[in-house]
Nanobody
């Protein structure tokens, strides 16, 4: 009932900025948590950030705190990830995820907490 489509990935130099977008369609108005994960080659998918409906709560991985900002526009059923001061270690495929269930922000740091996933968008940071 929900489809997620990421966009905004690309190649950027270290220290640069990039904004990712994830548009939800279908029964999107009832989504509570929307988050971002990333996966680099040979590594497991890791949590990046999550935001609850109406932006009432946010939580970030320690590796991106102070550099990334998650936000959402519920009228557009879209979640964003603004990335700045990018590092080569940020290189990964970034995935958008969403779920209907309600809970504390830290509950959504696990990939298993989300029912719906996008196909991902590649972010490559060059030195």
């Amino acid at each position: 009932q929900v489809q997620l489509v990421e966009s905004g990935g690309g190649l950027v130099q270290a220290g640069g900025s990039l904004r990712l977008s994830c548009a939800a369609s279908g029964r999107a108005s009832s989504l509570y948590a929307m988050g971002w994960f990333r996966q680099a080659p040979g590594k497991e998918r890791e949590f990046v950030a999550v935001i609850t409906r109406n932006g009432l709560g946010t939580y970030y991985a320690d590796s991106v705190k102070g550099r990334f900002t998650i936000s959402r526009d519920d009228a557009k059923n879209t979640v964003y990830l603004r990335m700045s001061s990018l590092k080569t270690e940020d290189t990964a495929v970034y995935y958008c995820a969403a779920d209907y269930r309600r809970g504390g922000t830290t509950a959504y740091t696990r990939a298993g907490a989300y029912e719906y996933w996008g196909q991902g968008t590649q972010v490559t940071v060059s030195s």
